[in-house]
C-alpha cells in the first residue's frame, strides 16, 4: 500500500532486496522492448522517408558522373536494397553475434557488438560511439552540477525571499536563461570570454592528455549548457517550494518549534526534489545522447556533433548509434530516478 | 535526438544572431601579431610570398569538413586532391608553381611526361630510380597498375573519378582488382608493365587530355598487401613525404615525415613542416576567429571565410588576405524540354532581361561573389578569353539588363507578354537562394513570372540530375555552378555541353544540349595533341555554347582566404584554386 497524499510516480521497496530485484527486472525489460521499437521506427524512417521524398541515398555516396550501375553497387553495399524487415534483423543479429559484410570481393567481418559501419568514413560504429561517448558524458554531468547547485540554490533563496529584489532580480536572469539559444549564449561567451578577454582557451583537450587542460577547455561548455537548464531548475525549484511552504506539515514542523534551518532543509527540501529529480532523469538522459547545439558550437567531438554529422551524410548506422544510446541513457536515467525517488521522499516507499 | 530546447524561439534567435554577428566583428580586436602577415593584401595571387626553405614546425590545417575520403581513389573534393600530395604520388603532378603555371604538368614518379606513340593511342612512362614506400620499398610500375585499378572496383570504393576507366576499358570489360581471376590481380589489359620501371597505357581512342588524368590522385599506386579495401581511406599507405600519424574521422588528422621518402627521388615535393595537422571544427565562425587570432595556418577546404570572419579580417588584417578565383562558373542554365525555353528567342530574353549586378550582388559583390561571368569559359581553363568575350554585353552596356532588347526577343519567341516558368535552387545555401530572388526580380520587369523552388542540395542529382522530373516540375531555369576537374575545355565542359553526356540522372548537361557542331568539336579535341591548337577549339566551343544562348553566366566566382603570417612559400595555383599545400613552409618560430 502507498502512503502519502500525493500519487507516487514508481513504487520502490526498502529493505524487500527480492521484491526490489523483480521490479528492477521488469523495468530493464520493458527498457528492451523500448529499443527494440525504436529500432524498428528508425529503420522505418529511413526506409520510407526517402521514398516519399523520391531521393536515392545510394546516389550521394557515388562521385560526380554516376552510372547507374555503380550507384546500384553501392546500394547493394550499403544493403539499401533489402526489404527493411531484413536491413532490421542482420542489425539485431549482428549486436549479438557480429556480421561478416562481403560485397565486390571486399570481406569484412564486424564482431559482437556489431552496429555496423559507416556509410561514409567506413569506420566501425561501436569504437566511434565509445570514443565520443565520455566527452558527452563529461559535458552533461559537469553541467548537470553547475546546473542543480545553483538552479536550485536561486530558485529556494527566491522562494524565501519572495518578491524581493534577489527573487526579481534572479527570475529576470532564470528567464533569459531559459529563452536563450544555446547557439546565442555559446557564441557570445565564446565571442566575450575566448576571443576578447582571453579567459579560456575554450579548445577541447582529451582528459587522458591533459586534466587540466581538458577541465579549462570545458568550462565555458559547462557553464553555457548550465545557464540554460539552471534557469528552469530555479523556476520550478522556487515553484515548488512556494507550494510546499504553504502545506500543512510544515505548519505543523513550525508550531512544533523546530528551527527554520531544520523546517527548510530537512521536510521541506525532500518534497521540492522529487520534480526536480523527475527533470533531472530526462534531461540527463537525453543530454548523455548528445548536446547537439553546444557541442558544434564548441566543437566538441562528442556523440552530439557526430550526429548531426551524419544526419548531414545520410549515415544511417551511425544516427542509429547514437538514437541507441540515447533512448537506453533516458531509460537508464529514468530507472535511477525511480530508485531515487524512495530516498528523498518517504512518503514513497511501500509499508 | 533533439536535446536541447530551443525550438519556438525563432524571433528571439533571429535577434540573437544580428547581435552575435555584431558581437563577433567586434570581439576579435587585435589578434595574435605574430601571424599577421606584411606581404600585403592579395599578395600571394600569382605569386610566392615568403620564399624560404626553411624546414620544421607544424603546420596547422583547420576544416569546416573532413574530405570526402583521403583514400587516394574515393576522393572528389579539390582540397582533398590538394592534401593528397603529402601522402601520395602520381606519374605526373601538377607543377609547383602560382596562378596559371600551377595548372601546367611535370614529371613526378615518371622520368618526363611520356612518349605518346602510335597516333596519341600509346603511353610509354619510365619510373624515376629511388622512390619509395613508407617501409622502405621501391613503388613499382606494377603498384601504379594496381592503384589505377581499383578505380574499377566502384561497388566497393565508390566516390572517385573514373576518368581513367572510362577512357582505358570504355566497355566497361574489367571486373576490378577484387573480382580478377589472374594470380596477380593485374589482369587489366589496357595497362602493361613489362618491367618494374615501365609502365605502357595503350587507349583504345586517343584523348589529348590523358596526362591530365594522370595527374589525379585517383591515379596514384598502391600497393596490394597494403590495400586494406573499403577501410584504406582510414589509413593510406604512403608513397610521398609525410605519412598518416593518426587520424579520427570529424575530428583530426595527422601527417608525420616518412623518414623512407628521398629528396632527391622527388622533383616536385619539398617536404618543409615536420608535422601536418589538421583540426576539424563544426563550428564554421569559430574557425574563422581561431584562424585571424593565429592559432591555426589555413583553412583545409578553400572555400574563403564566412562573413563574419570576413568583415573583421578585411578591416584588422587585410594583409592576411588573398582574393582568388575559385574555378566555379556560377549560371542559370535552360533546360530545353521545358517550355517555352526550347526557343532561343526566349532564353535569350532571360539573358538580356537579367539585371547582371544585382546578380553579382546577391553573389556578395566583385570581392566575396566575383567578376561578373560574361561566357561559360572560366580563367583557369586553356582557351579562354575572360570577359573580352561577352557576345551579349553582360559585363558592358546591358550590365543592368537591356528591358527593350529583352522584349525584341520575347517576341520573337512568340511571347511578347512573357510567360510563367518556374527556378530551381538548391535550398542549402542561402547565396544561392539569394540569386534567384534576384533574377526572378528583374524577369518580372519583362513580363516573366518566376516561382522559386528549393530543393534539398544533397539531391541534385535525381532532382535536377533527371530531365524528366526537370520537365515533370516544369524547372525553365536551373541555377547551378561548376567547376572542372582538370583545367581543360573537356575536363570542364565536356559532361556540360556534349549531347552525348545527357543522363537520365545524374545529369549535369541541364540544357540539354544536342548540337552536331559541339560534340565534334570535342571529339577532334580529344584526337588534337597540339596544345595551341586545342586552346582554339576550346575558344570554339565555349562560342557555339554562348550563341545558342543555353546559359546565363552570372559569376566567375571568388572568395576570400586567410593567410597567417608564418606560412612561407604561399601561392595560389590554378590547379586546386586554393593555396599549393604541398611546398608550404613555416617561418622558423622566434
Not at chain 1, 242 to 248: K, S, T
Not at chain 1, 279 to 287: N, P, T, V
Not at chain 2, 7 to 26: C, E, F, N, W, Y
Request: aromatic share 10%; glycine share 10%; proline share 5%.
Amino acid at each position: 500500500m502507498i502512503t502519502g497524499r500525493r500519487e507516487a510516480p514508481a513504487p520502490v521497496i526498502r529493505g524487500r532486496p527480492k521484491a526490489v530485484l523483480a521490479y528492477l527486472i521488469r523495468r530493464l525489460f520493458a527498457a528492451a522492448v523500448m529499443l527494440v521499437v525504436i529500432i524498428m521506427v528508425v529503420f522505418g524512417i529511413f526506409y520510407l522517408v526517402p521514398k516519399w521524398a523520391g531521393v536515392d541515398i545510394a546516389a550521394s555516396f557515388v562521385g560526380k558522373q554516376a552510372d547507374p550501375a555503380a550507384v546500384e553497387a553501392v546500394r547493394e553495399k550499403l544493403g539499401l536494397s533489402d526489404p527493411v524487415h531484413l536491413q532490421a534483423w542482420g542489425f539485431f543479429k549482428g549486436i549479438f553475434t557480429g556480421r561478416t559484410y562481403a560485397t565486390g570481393g571486399d570481406v569484412v567481418h564486424c564482431s559482437a557488438p556489431c552496429f555496423g559501419y559507416s556509410f561514409k568514413s567506413e569506420q566501425a560504429v561501436w569504437p566511434v560511439l565509445t570514443d565520443r561517448f565520455p566527452v558527452t558524458l563529461g559535458l552533461a554531468l559537469g553541467a548537470a552540477v553547475l546546473w542543480l547547485v545553483f538552479g536550485v540554490a536561486a530558485g529556494v533563496l527566491s522562494a524565501l525571499k519572495r518578491g524581493s529584489l534577489w527573487d526579481r532580480s534572479a527570475m529576470v536572469v532564470a528567464l533569459a536563461g531559459v529563452s536563450l539559444p544555446i547557439y546565442f549564449t555559446g557564441m557570445l561567451s565564446l565571442a566575450t570570454f575566448a576571443f576578447g578577454l582571453k579567459w579560456f582557451d575554450a579548445q577541447y583537450v582529451p582528459f587522458g592528455r591533459s586534466p587540466g587542460g581538458w577541465f579549462g577547455g570545458m568550462i565555458l561548455p559547462w557553464i553555457t549548457l548550465a545557464f540554460l537548464y539552471a534557469a528552469m531548475y530555479a523556476r520550478i525549484t522556487r515553484a515548488t517550494m512556494m507550494e510546499v511552504l504553504g502545506e500543512d506539515y510544515i505548519r505543523t514542523a513550525r508550531a512544533k518549534g523546530l528551527r527554520e534551518q531544520t523546517v527548510i532543509g530537512k521536510h521541506a527540501m525532500r518534497s521540492t526534489m522529487t520534480p526536480i529529480l523527475t527533470m533531472l532523469g530526462m534531461d540527463l538522459g537525453a543530454l548523455i545522447g548528445g548536446a547537439i547545439l553546444t557541442e558544434s558550437t564548441f566543437n566538441l567531438p562528442g556523440l552530439g556533433q557526430a550526429v548531426l554529422n551524419a544526419i548531414r551524410n545520410q549515415d544511417l548506422p551511425i544516427i542509429l548509434g547514437v538514437v541507441l544510446i540515447t533512448s537506453l541513457s533516458v531509460l537508464l536515467a529514468n530507472l535511477a530516478v525511480d530508485v531515487l525517488y524512495a530516498v528523498i521522499d518517504p512518503r514513497v516507499r511501500l509499508t | 535526438m533533439t536535446t536541447q530546447r530551443a525550438s519556438a524561439r525563432r524571433k528571439q534567435a533571429l535577434a540573437a544572431a544580428a547581435v552575435v554577428a555584431g558581437l563577433l566583428t567586434t570581439a576579435a580586436c587585435g589578434g595574435g601579431s605574430d601571424s599577421t602577415s606584411e606581404a600585403g593584401y592579395d599578395a600571394a595571387n600569382n605569386k610566392v610570398v615568403n620564399a624560404a626553405a626553411t624546414k620544421g614546425g607544424t603546420l596547422k590545417f583547420a576544416g569546416a569538413q573532413d574530405g570526402d575520403s583521403w583514400d587516394t581513389t574515393r576522393s572528389y573534393y579539390g582540397f582533398a586532391w590538394n592534401f593528397m600530395r603529402y601522402y601520395s604520388r602520381q606519374l605526373v603532378t601538377y607543377k609547383t608553381e602560382p596562378g596559371r603555371a600551377g595548372a601546367g604538368l611535370q614529371p613526378d614518379l615518371a622520368t618526363d611526361l611520356g612518349k605518346v606513340t602510335d597516333g596519341g593511342r600509346t603511353y610509354t612512362f619510365t619510373l624515376r630510380a629511388g622512390s619509395t614506400w613508407e617501409d622502405g620499398r621501391p613503388i613499382t610500375a606494377k603498384d601504379v597498375k594496381y592503384g589505377i585499378e581499383r578505380q574499377w572496383a566502384q561497388d566497393v570504393l565508390s566516390g572517385g573519378p573514373v576518368y581513367l576507366k572510362d577512357i582505358l576499358d570504355p566497355d566497361g570489360a574489367y571486373p576490378g582488382p577484387y573480382q580478377d581471376e589472374s594470380a596477380d590481380k593485374l589482369g587489366l589489359k589496357a595497362i602493361e608493365t613489362p618491367d618494374d620501371t615501365t609502365i605502357v597505357f595503350r587507349l583504345p581512342q586517343p584523348n589529348s587530355d590523358f596526362p591530365q588524368m594522370l595527374a589525379m590522385p585517383s591515379a596514384s599506386p598502391v600497393r596490394q598487401d597494403k590495400d586494406t579495401k573499403s577501410k584504406y581511406g582510414l589509413h593510406p599507405f604512403s608513397s610521398g613525404p609525410y605519412k598518416f600519424e593518426s587520424y579520427e574521422p570529424g575530428k583530426s588528422l595527422e601527417l608525420v615525415r616518412n623518414t623512407q621518402w628521398k629528396e632527391a627521388s622527388d622533383p616536385v615535393r619539398k617536404a618543409y613542416p615536420d608535422t601536418v595537422a589538421v583540426t576539424f571544427f563544426s563550428n564554421a565562425n569559430d574557425l574563422d576567429q581561431r584562424l585571424i587570432a593565429g592559432d591555426y595556418d589555413l583553412d583545409l577546404s578553400q572555400t574563403g571565410l564566412s562573413p563574419q570572419g570576413r568583415q573583421t579580417a578585411l578591416k584588422q588584417h587585410k594583409g592576411n588576405l588573398d582574393n582568388p578565383v575559385s574555378g566555379y562558373v556560377r549560371y542559370a542554365a535552360f533546360p530545353q524540354n521545358v517550355k517555352p525555353f526550347d526557343n532561343e528567342h526566349c532564353r535569350k530574353a532571360v539573358i538580356h532581361g537579367a539585371d547582371h549586378v544585382s546578380l553579382q550582388t546577391a553573389r556578395g559583390g566583385p570581392v566575396a561573389g566575383g567578376d561578373i561571368g560574361t561566357n561559360m569559359l572560366p580563367g583557369s581553363i586553356p582557351g579562354n578569353e575572360g570577359q573580352k568575350y561577352d557576345p551579349y554585353a553582360i559585363a558592358g552596356a546591358d550590365k543592368s539588363g537591356n528591358i527593350a532588347k529583352a522584349k525584341e526577343e520575347l517576341a520573337a519567341c512568340g511571347k511578347p507578354n512573357g510567360f510563367d516558368t518556374t527556378i530551381a535552387v538548391r535550398n542549402n545555401k542561402p547565396v544561392e537562394v539569394a540569386t534567384a530572388q534576384s533574377l526572378q526580380a528583374s524577369l518580372k520587369k519583362i513580363g516573366i513570372n518566376a516561382q522559386i523552388d528549393q530543393y534539398d542540395g544533397a539531391q541534385t542529382s535525381g532532382i535536377v540530375g533527371s530531365p524528366a522530373n526537370v520537365e515533370k516540375k516544369g524547372y525553365g531555369i536551373v541555377i547551378d555552378g561548376w567547376a572542372a576537374d582538370f583545367p581543360s575545355v573537356q575536363g570542364f565542359g565536356r559532361p556540360l555541353w556534349d549531347g552525348k553526356y545527357v543522363l537520365e540522372s545524374a545529369n549535369n548537361n541541364y540544357a540539354l544540349i544536342k548540337d552536331p557542331a559541339i560534340d565534334e568539336l570535342f571529339d577532334a579535341y580529344a584526337k588534337e595533341l597540339d596544345e595551341g591548337t586545342k586552346a582554339r577549339m576550346a575558344t570554339q566551343i565555349n562560342h557555339k555554347v554562348m550563341e545558342g544562348g543555353y546559359y546565363l553566366p552570372f559569376t566567375y566566382e571568388k572568395y576570400l582566404n586567410w593567410r597567417s603570417g608564418r606560412l612561407t612559400n604561399v601561392y595560389m595555383t590554378d590547379a586546386y584554386n586554393g593555396y599549393d599545400f604541398v611546398n608550404l613552409g613555416l617561418k622558423p618560430s622566434k
